[in-house]
């Protein structure tokens, strides 16, 4: 019996292409002391991957060239060398591209959804995303009511979480998307106030239409225009809460930025997350909000690939702003 993984072909030189990656067969691991054999069911695909593929220094190790693509799964445990863990097991928290991966038991989470919730939302809204909107919101952004809170890419996986925390604390929303049926989504179905398409009209006009006396809060995904035309329209004690700068990360060098003058004038909070940092919050969101999933209440959306030889096509796409919502490839059935 044999897996299949993606692994790195190559670094890509700006935006990743096909050549980039390669599909290949690989004898099947066996797990170790202490280790557990997952096989996928779903695997994330996440914008923090670029960085992973860039070969720079950042916050985690890249991924050699040769080496398996990494990503977020959930699976079902086939063999385990750990008591806690038994075959049949399904658990989050196995990292690879790839049809079976061996992993330490600790890094695992067993998880039994309740009815309502499936298990491909232990990826997006009661996982990684998840918990960065809620920790985002709880540490940085505490939204009070009546105050302006600014989304970028507001249909996506952590901004459409965010954006609903800030509506539930009483804040006036408004999101950032790329498109018409993206825009319409969020107000529609996620309850934003407002929607501005950056791909139509002017960021500036928008922004003054929408938010007339200024900016509260601002989760920042995406950097480069937007984030020049927020600046100036960031109030007195704004947070600022930098998440993600997707529409940067191919880049050969990074943009200039604006004038830091501003956090001294205005007294900004300007905070960057990574939430690794905080893992206890990972049981007390999927605490919170899984009761708001099975009821409907917390909305998301996700965009599902067949395959894993089709992951890194839709990795790209991502790159490019083409999924909408959270976007998963279904590696396996459920169930065998």
Not at 34 to 41: A, C, P, Q, S, Y
Not at 115 to 136: D, E, F, I, K, R
Not at 193 to 212: K, M, Q, W
Request: net charge negative; hydrophobic share 45%; aromatic share 6%.
């Amino acid at each position: 019996m044999s897996r299949q993984s993606v692994i790195l072909k190559s670094r890509p030189v700006g935006a990743p292409k096909p050549g980039n990656f390669e599909l290949v067969e690989q004898k099947m691991p066996l797990p170790g002391p202490g280790e557990v054999l997952t096989r996928t069911i779903f695997l994330s695909l996440d914008p923090y991957m670029r960085g992973r593929i860039s070969g720079r220094a950042s916050y985690a190790a890249p991924i050699p060239e040769g080496g398996d693509m990494m990503g977020e799964t959930v699976g079902e445990v086939l063999a385990s060398h750990d008591a806690a863990f038994e075959p049949g097991d399904i658990v989050v928290g196995a990292y690879g591209w790839a049809t079976h991966v061996v992993t330490p038991g600790a890094r695992l989470t067993k998880i039994a959804p309740p009815a309502g919730v499936p298990l491909s939302a232990y990826l997006g809204v009661l996982g990684m995303p998840g918990v960065t909107a809620y920790s985002a919101m709880t540490d940085i952004g505490q939204v009070q009511p009546g105050e302006t809170v600014v989304i970028s890419a507001a249909s996506g996986a952590v901004g459409s979480v965010a954006g609903q925390l800030a509506k539930r604390a009483g804040g006036k929303v408004i999101g950032v998307a790329g498109g018409a049926d993206k825009c319409l989504f969020v107000q529609e179905t996620l309850g934003f106030d407002a929607c501005i398409d950056h791909r139509a009209g002017s960021l500036e006009t928008e922004l003054d239409v929408f938010c007339p006396e200024g900016i509260d809060v601002y989760f920042e995904n995406v950097g480069g225009a937007l984030q020049k035309a927020v600046w100036p329209r960031l109030k007195v004690f704004a947070r600022m809460i930098m998440c993600g700068m997707v529409a940067e990360y191919n880049a050969a060098a990074p943009e200039p930025g604006p004038s830091l003058m501003a956090v001294v004038a205005k007294r900004l909070r300007v905070e960057g997350l990574i939430v690794s940092d905080k893992p206890h919050r990972f049981a007390e969101w999927r605490a919170l909000a899984a009761p708001w999933v099975a009821d409907g209440s917390l909305k998301y959306r996700e965009d599902v690939v067949d395959g894993l030889e089709n992951a890194s096509a839709a990795f790209i796409g991502l790159l490019e702003g083409r999924n909408f919502g959270k976007l998963l490839v279904r590696v396996g059935p459920d169930a065998i």
